[in-house]
């Protein structure tokens, strides 16, 4: 059974910083491309970033230079280090690992607030 757990979200003032974490399990996710994706109140789940396990990372246009995202493929973890936040930058962070239409797997979601 896959499983993604997600943890790192929460309150932060407008400039801070937050570092997102998802572990998966219950699979084999080396050829997985790992990523994270956000939903505002009232608007779609939209890509914040992705990256394949040889490191290739892709960003959204709206938090290219603020946020970085990185793999430890040993521990089949991605994090998503947050910085210069934004109030729009709140939503629902998801962590998503995705191998093929088949093989795509959702975490539960992690609140990221931020306040101006």
């Known amino acids: 059974q896959v499983q993604l757990v997600e943890s790192g979200g929460g309150l932060v003032q407008a400039g801070g910083s937050l570092r997102l974490s998802c572990a998966a399990s219950g699979r084999d996710f080396r050829l997985y491309v790992m990523g994270w994706y956000r939903q505002a109140p009232g608007k779609q789940r939209e890509l914040v970033a992705t990256i394949t396990r040889g490191n290739s990372a892709n960003y959204a246009d709206s938090v290219k230079g603020r946020f970085t995202i990185s793999r430890e493929n040993a521990k089949d973890t991605v994090y998503l280090q947050m910085n210069s936040l934004k109030p729009e930058d709140t939503g629902v962070y998801y962590c998503?690992?995705?191998?093929?239409?088949?093989?795509?797997?959702w975490g539960q979601g992690t609140q990221v607030t931020v306040s101006s």
């Open positions: 998503n690992v995705r191998y093929s239409p088949t093989y795509n797997y």
